[in-house]
């Protein structure tokens, strides 16, 4: 077994969370539970059917993407928060969360592991993603193809620019509205997870060509290459990815 707070603040370190500001979330330890961890089960959300899967594996801590408490606070303990904090306390569970810090890291976060899955070449970063770009030209449907492989979801996509894919803006998650920036460093298309209504007007009207990869499948990738760096560092923790279907 291993330290909780001695896991807690390697991931921290690695992702350098405490530097990174994060107008969504508080990021590290969110439910103190077990001192001494064994297994640590990973997710991207903290859902009950996760939660359910990992008290059920055993799990002594769950590292996910998406935590339990957000910068707007907590009003209420009530409804599915009550129901997610039960099964957390019952079973003593740590939570762990990183939210940004997980999607912008260079190496492990969710969009340079994207890149690396597409076999791009990663450029320069934009906002809490990076730019990328292909070896050579592809055919819109063909660079779709790609992504649907690979990612293995897409929820929608438009060829707004009417142009070969080369030059690509990745931002996992609901990234939607940082189309102006990825526009800006001269991107023919947008990668990202979900899209609004409003967030499709714009990206028309910008001749930008996009894929809504999905929130949750973009942002599989992170917490898992954060788990086998953890798995190295504390090599008599197990730690074990815990998939949900989720279309979204």
């Not at 939607?176 to 499709?200: N, Q, R």
């Not at 992170?222 to 949900?244: C, M, N, S, W, Y």
Request: hydrophobic share 45%; with cysteine.
């Amino acid at each position: 077994m291993s330290d909780r707070d001695a896991i807690v603040s390697f991931c921290e370190e690695l992702l350098s969370s405490r530097t990174i500001a994060d107008f969504w979330c508080e990021n590290g330890l969110q439910i103190e539970g077990k001192e001494n961890v064994k297994k640590i089960a990973l997710g991207v959300s903290t859902t009950q059917e996760f939660l359910k899967a990992a008290a059920k594996w055993g799990a002594d801590m769950c590292l996910v993407h998406h935590g339990l408490f957000w910068k707007n606070g907590v009003v209420k303990i009530q409804g599915v928060l009550k129901k997610r904090l039960e099964i957390l306390l019952k079973s003593n569970m740590s939570l762990v969360n990183f939210h940004l810090p997980l999607d912008a890291h260079p190496a492990v976060g969710n969009n340079a592991i994207i890149i690396k899955t597409l076999g791009l070449k990663k450029l320069e970063a934009v906002e809490c993603g990076f730019m990328a770009e292909l070896k050579k030209p592809l055919e819109f449907a063909a660079f779709c193809d790609l992504v649907q492989e690979k990612i293995g979801h897409i929820n929608f996509s438009a060829n707004f620019s009417g142009k070969k894919v080369f030059r690509i803006g990745i931002i996992s998650g609901g990234a939607a509205s940082f189309a102006p920036a990825v526009k800006a460093l001269g991107a023919d298309t947008f990668l990202f997870g979900e899209i609004t209504e409003h967030d499709y007007h714009d990206l028309k009207e910008m001749n930008l060509s996009f894929i809504a990869a999905g929130h949750f499948a973009t942002e599989r990738f992170g917490v898992q290459a954060l788990g086998e760096k953890i798995a190295k560092r504390f090599p008599d923790v197990t730690v074990h990815f815990l998939d949900e279907d989720c279309p979204v």
